[in-house]
């Protein structure tokens, strides 16, 4: 975790999955932001976005599995 309150796991794959939970994410009080990143940097269409809003833990555990999966 960063001071901005971010996180990024790398996977085995390459790809990243960042969490976002400070004022200007899109996230409440238990929920973060989520993206995935690809290993060439650019963001990764999941859910219907590239980037996810109010993530709770479950929501998180399954972007990092199918980030995982790609």
Same mark, same amino acid.
């Given at each position: 975790? +960063? %001071?901005? *309150? %971010?996180?990024?796991? $790398? #996977?085995?794959? *390459?790809? &990243?999955?960042?969490?976002?939970?400070?004022?200007? @994410? /899109?996230?409440?009080? /238990?929920?973060? =932001? $989520?993206?995935?990143?690809?290993?060439?940097? =650019?963001?990764? $269409?999941?859910?219907?976005? +590239?980037? &996810? @809003?109010? &993530?709770?833990?479950? +929501?998180?555990? *399954?972007? #990092? $599995?199918?980030? @995982?999966? #790609?």
């Amino acid at each position: 975790m +960063d %001071k901005n *309150r %971010k996180a990024v796991i $790398t #996977l085995p794959n *390459r790809y &990243q999955v960042s969490m976002i939970w400070h004022d200007v @994410a /899109h996230c409440g009080p /238990h929920t973060v =932001e $989520t993206a995935i990143i690809d290993p060439s940097g =650019e963001f990764v $269409t999941w859910d219907g976005d +590239d980037v &996810q @809003a109010d &993530q709770g833990s479950r +929501d998180v555990a *399954r972007t #990092l $599995t199918f980030a @995982a999966s #790609l």
